[in-house]
């Protein structure tokens, strides 16, 4: 689902593993950015621009403000994008525990935004919903452009984590 109004791209997937641990999962941003490599993007090309697993790279996040974890969290991710270097700030702005978290984020090459995964109990499973919004202007206009390359990301995504968490007891 898009709402385009609003800026945003939206995905969700069922997990069968309990909110409390999906929560510590997706709280987790060392944990979390193992899923958020380019995987299912090896085809994209946007003005000879082509994005691959081999070009685009997360290389480290680091949390940059004390413990405990929280609104007002910050951290630093750095990544390379056709052997250029980047930094992407984030800052965590809605905490709360086995419910949802939200970071908002902006970098060198990348629009500022938010980054949102609420999470729902169903049964003995979790379903869980991650929110990609986008900044404005140009790249309001880019999400109508992007709009089905990023879901899949998203889904791709979800998909993994829900890969990695069921495979573990």
Same mark, same amino acid.
């Given at each position: /689902?898009? !709402? ?6 939206? +995905? ?12 510590? @999962?997706?709280?987790?941003?060392? &944990?979390?950015?193992?899923?958020? &490599? ?18 685009? &790279?997360?290389? !480290? ?22 052997? #250029? ?9 809605? @905490?709360?525990? +086995?419910?949802?978290?939200? @970071? #908002?984020? #902006?970098?060198? /090459? ?12 169903? +049964? ?14 140009? @790249?309001?206009? %880019? ?5 089905? /390359? %990023?879901?899949?990301?998203? #889904? +791709?995504?979800?998909? &993994? /984590? ?8």
């Amino acid at each position: /689902m898009n !709402d385009r109004k609003d800026n945003k791209v939206k +995905a969700s997937i069922v997990i069968h593993k309990p909110i409390e641990t999906i929560f510590a @999962y997706v709280s987790d941003v060392k &944990q979390i950015t193992q899923d958020r &490599q380019v995987k299912e993007l090896n085809k994209f090309s946007f003005f000879g621009l082509h994005v691959t697993p081999e070009v685009a &790279q997360i290389e !480290d996040i680091q949390q940059t403000s004390p413990d405990p974890l929280g609104v007002g969290t910050t951290f630093v991710q750095k990544n390379t994008l056709h052997g #250029k270097h980047s930094e992407i700030i984030f800052q965590i702005v809605e @905490y709360n525990p +086995a419910r949802n978290i939200t @970071y #908002k984020f #902006k970098g060198s /090459m990348l629009p500022s935004g938010e980054f949102k995964v609420l999470l729902t109990p169903v +049964a003995d499973s979790t379903k869980v919903t991650e929110i990609l919004s986008v900044g404005q202007g140009f @790249y309001k206009l %880019m999400l109508l452009f992007f709009e089905s /390359m %990023m879901k899949k990301q998203i #889904k +791709a995504n979800l998909h &993994q /984590m829900k890969e990695r968490l069921e495979q573990t007891p």
